[in-house]
T-cell receptor, first 113, second 113 residues
């Protein structure tokens, strides 16, 4: 089945720094999604990308849909303590009802004040 | 504004018992999804409803798992003869139709002793 790869598992940065996260797949996705999950909560959609090469921003967040459709990255600029959490990339299945999302394992971000 | 709600927030049960987990989607959302999230992993798809019918149940791990959505709104995930390996956070999400814009509830943490 489709798999999304995220590494490293954890990232540690200083408040105010920028951070970039990558997500790769061995198969093509037509949509790339980035979610953030806080402890005890469900994932919250940050950015959705629908077109290869698309670059989309949401405040301090910027995400790009790779040209090959097999990767995406998320940048967070000028990090703040509330950026702490787990960041997941996800994409809809390419087969069947095209409804279920496949998630990566996530990257846990820690921000040192 | 009401988001997706899930009850109970925590459920502790003994091996072999039956459990029901409830999901109240966002009002008007026709699509409802169940996912399971184990520690250190991203959510994994279980089942998807469009209206009252299960459009895709390919993620249900075995026949101990069953879900219903009799009136096209509230859904119940039912697990029979629970096993310790069923311990996880069970997430529910709903959307208006686009699989990309799924809104997640806070989840139910199930612990099977």
């Amino acid at each position: 089945g489709q798999q999304l790869n995220q590494s490293p598992q954890s990232m540690f940065i200083q408040e105010g720094e920028d951070v970039s996260m990558n997500c790769t797949s061995s198969s093509i996705f037509n949509t790339w999604l980035w979610y953030k999950q806080d402890p005890g909560e469900g994932p919250v959609l940050l950015i959705a990308l629908y077109k290869a090469g698309e670059l989309t921003s949401n405040g301090r967040l910027t995400a790009q849909f790779g040209i090959t459709r097999k990767d995406s990255f998320l940048n967070i600029s000028a990090s703040i303590p509330s950026d702490v959490g787990i960041y997941f990339c996800a994409g809809p299945a390419m087969t069947g009802a095209n409804s279920k999302l496949t998630f990566g394992k996530g990257i846990t971000l820690s921000v040192r004040p | 504004g009401a988001g997706v709600s899930q009850t109970p927030s925590n459920k502790v049960t003994e091996k072999g018992k039956y459990v029901e987990l409830r999901c109240d989607p966002i009002s008007g959302h026709t699509a409802l999804y169940w996912y399971r999230q184990s520690l250190g992993q991203g959510p994994e798809f279980l089942i998807y409803f469009q209206g009252t019918g299960a459009a895709d149940d390919s993620g249900l791990p075995n026949d101990r798992f069953f879900a219903v959505r009799p009136e096209g709104s509230v859904s119940t995930l039912k697990i029979q003869r629970t096993e310790r390996g069923d311990s996880a956070v069970y997430l529910c999400a709903s959307s208006l139709g686009s699989p990309a814009e799924q809104f997640f509830g806070p989840g139910t943490r199930l612990t099977v002793l």
